[in-house]
């Protein structure tokens, strides 16, 4: 006889229950999982033992010897990382480390946005964005893109209006380097000039450059915070996309004023500090040549997922080859819902992201699908997208033949 | 030109600044530190080294390859450990891993606990519990204690009180070995009564058993989840006391239904692995060795403060002397309130908590302290103590007179 019924206990909202995990799908395009055979075990493992030798005594106090901002060594490496590749002037009192990328937007959320508020998000943008935003009842305004980005003139006149209506917008959240889902890049003149409309109207720049190292070809432009002579921009960054997302480190860089209000929300009594001594230690020795070997692996998965989208989907698969980062943004023709292939194509065995969970205006992107290739290695790339090729076809009529099999 | 300001854009309730880290004081006797020599230095650098071999690629997925309850490898850990010290048959699928037992706390408070909601708490508690649970609007209620821990018997009247008004309490939060901060443990017949009140009532008990491995002195009772037939109780513990806060690592047990609300709540995409990946390699060949180690060096801190206190404070300070730990209840003539000593004693050095921040009725707890002895050395206690005793004394005339100094 169970007398206790906890059902009966949860304060509303309940939230649902998160389904038994039951492992990976087999042909895996989704999520910002990262390349295994990428990561520096024999590196990682001197750095780590390195580094508990050096200072394993201070993991016996909260925040080691640190304080509530995260370990300094890390927020060292941070703020340097950023001078040497965006120029600006970041301190490490400047700097909160964070359960990765992640916390750093959940907190900005949560300091900034009260129900109503309205925000600015680049049309396509980080799923869990959208949905941390909508779950705060924010009227989230999508500013059209092209194939530099975000569209500044579009920005302009989205600002215009607010500022005739009298409304002030809390910030305006862009990915511009290797945007996700789109993976544009945000070329220098835009970037000014996207500065320069913040401090025209009062609004902060909200920068999310999670994936910029991860770029290959071409220049990378420095960062809006280092562009910011202002130093007004909100940036976040990630350890998950340049060294392994399953160490939960992200970090934020912000005014002074902003991080203590942050530190205070976050009320976490600290990130893991093994975690930040071992990348910080390992990263102080390596950063470049792992950053290089990481790209050329990704370069050659994007190789073979190009060739791969070439053989079964032919023309039916429109995309922008990017200049770097873990997935591609692919058009499919008029007509197609990829909403409605997500569930076929796992019973199939492959999962991929449909289009309108990456948009703000969901349907205007049904004809898109994200596909993260990272993860799979490259046989797997080949036969996922073969499959999947075979399950779009058998469900749409799209793509009509393959290299392979006539349908 | 600032054009950006963002004190006008927080959203309403603005968190308070929290200052910049100032470092530790001198004599360090708050927070729930652990002994800087007791960290296992070089097996924690072996552990680490071998682990990140064997299983690093793994980091390259986010939940490494576990899935969102945490590393398989710690869960079965926690899940082993559980049933062999206290019986019961937790299974990994029933264990959260959380980033230390405070996440735990907040995912309970926040899936049970709405505004005008009962909680029923030991008199003197956590104090980030109670402040939890205050900032969540809840009615608590202060259950009276004696040497034993929690009466029993004056849970019963509350709880017939509460049944006779109708109201059902969300939980009863215990931490039943090594309460904090009265150090009291809970014996097994007040154990069993306390689960036959709980089915009775259809109110949970909620176990915070994050001290308990660190008793050194009789027998420790099985905890009451281990003695709990329905499994209802919940369950959090930590690795910050058995082996490094600043690993940020604790779990919570609860029945699966539960569980899976609280991972949905989460929402953070995981706790670090490699943290995991490493407590778990090491736990699974030092445990014992460890803890016997960490409790001897306790043991002999706590000796140093028991004769401080004795030398510096003689019969003003009563204590019981606790069966394991690493802080102390004090208690000081009538009169005193230790909340007025907290600044004079922080000017001189020396930190420690004031019992009504420590106590659901605040000013029924002022002639109290809590004082942590994990982390100072002996000699930073000693001398700690004797300023303590100096600061005490002119400010209130007690202790009267110490050892060494005729005041």
């Known amino acids: 006889m169970t007398m206790i019924d906890f059902a009966s206990l949860y304060a509303a909202p309940t939230p649902a229950p998160t ?39 201070t993991l016996a106090t909260y925040h080691s010897d640190s304080g509530p901002l995260g370990d300094l060594s890390l927020r060292r490496f941070v703020a340097d990382r950023l ?10 009192d400047e700097v909160l480390i964070t359960a990765g990328s992640w916390q750093g937007i959940q907190l900005i959320a949560e300091l900034l946005v009260a ?43 989205v600002l215009e209006d607010l500022r005739r209506r009298g409304v002030s ?26 500065l320069a409309l913040s401090a025209a109207h009062g609004v902060p720049v909200f920068e999310d450059e999670c994936y910029a190292d991860l770029i290959w070809e071409g220049e990378r432009p420095p960062a809006l915070l280092g562009l910011d002579e202002e130093r007004k921009v909100l940036h976040i960054g990630s350890f998950s996309k340049c060294l392994a997302p399953a160490l939960r480190l992200g970090y934020l860089v912000a005014p002074s004023e902003v991080v ?21 230690e390992y990263f102080s020795r390596h950063y470049q040549t792992h950053v290089d070997r990481l790209r050329n692996g990704l370069r050659l998965k994007l190789q073979v997922l190009v060739s791969a989208l070439n053989e079964h989907f032919g023309t039916s ?7 770097g980062g873990m997935f591609l943004w692919v058009r499919l023709p008029e007509g197609v819902d990829t909403r409605t292939l997500v569930a076929p194509a796992g019973e199939a065995g492959v999962a991929f992201d449909d289009g309108p ?31 999947l090729a075979e399950v779009f076809h058998r469900e749409t009529g799209i793509p009509p033949r393959s290299a392979n099999i006539e349908r």
Chains 1, 2 share one sequence.
């Open 115 to 157: 129900p109503g508020d309205t925000v600015l998000v680049e049309q396509h943008s980080f799923q869990h964005v959208i949905n941390l935003l909508r779950g705060r009842q924010a009227e989230i305004i999508g500013i059209p893109m092209d194939n530099g980005g975000m569209r500044i003139d579009a920005l302009a006149t």
């Open 317 to 323: 698969a429109e995309f922008q080859v990017p200049r």
């Open 169 to 194: 917008a809390k910030f305006v959240y862009t990915i511009p380097t290797l945007q996700n889902p789109t993976t544009t890049v945000l070329e220098l003149p835009r970037r000014r000039e996207l």
């Open 357 to 387: 969970s990456w948009s703000v205006d969901g349907d205007g992107a049904r004809r898109y699908l994200r596909l993260c290739f990272a993860l799979p290695n490259e046989s797997d790339i080949y036969d996922g997208i073969a499959r």
């Open 260 to 280: 203590q209000r942050l530190v205070t929300l976050k009320g976490d009594a600290g990130i893991g500090v093994l975690e930040q001594m071992v990348t910080a």
């Open 83 to 92: 001078r040497s590749r965006s120029g600006g002037s970041v301190t490490p």
């Open 19 to 57: 389904p038994s995990w039951a492992g990976f799908p087999r042909y895996n395009f989704v999520g910002g999982h990262n390349d295994p055979q990428a990561i520096p075990v024999d590196e990682l493992a001197a750095a780590a033992s390195r580094v508990i030798h050096e200072r394993g005594r």
